[in-house]
Nanobody, 121 residues
Framework: QVQLVESGGGLVQPGGSLKLSCTAS????????MGWYRQAPGKERELVAT???????NYADSVKGRFTISRDNAKNTVYLQMNSLRPEDTAGYYC???????????????WGRGTLVTVSS
């Protein structure tokens, strides 16, 4: 089965930086679109950034110029470099990917369990 596992979350001061990683494991074809979403307490989960297999990126307006999404296809890993962090960036960050499993002709969407990012003094 396919699993997505995030890492890199933690506590950081305002203005600081963190880099999140998400690695897919299992038997599958190279993921197409991959991305990051976040969810703060009492709020809906929202898109942060996405990246296609070809490297096309898309960002939420709130993170443009501060966050950078990238991927290493050989490692089946997507990254989120977060700079100039603000308290309002505090949330659980979840990895998402469109993946076609071995033996399947269809692509399905998968979620990681999340990693917590806390921006506070």
């Amino acid at each position: 089965q396919v699993q997505l596992v995030e890492s890199g979350g933690g506590l950081v001061q305002p203005g600081g930086s963190l880099k999140l990683s998400c690695t897919a494991s299992g038997c599958f074809f190279s993921p197409s679109a991959m991305g990051w979403y976040r969810q703060a307490p009492g709020k809906e989960r929202e898109l942060v950034a996405t990246i296609t297999s070809g490297g096309t990126t898309n960002y939420a307006d709130s993170v443009k110029g501060r966050f950078t999404i990238s991927r290493d296809n050989a490692k089946n890993t997507v990254y989120l470099q977060m700079n100039s962090l603000r308290p309002e960036d505090t949330a659980g960050y979840y990895c998402n990917a469109d993946i076609r499993r071995c033996g399947s002709i269809t692509t399905m969407n998968y979620w990681g369990r999340g990693t917590l990012v806390t921006v506070s003094s």
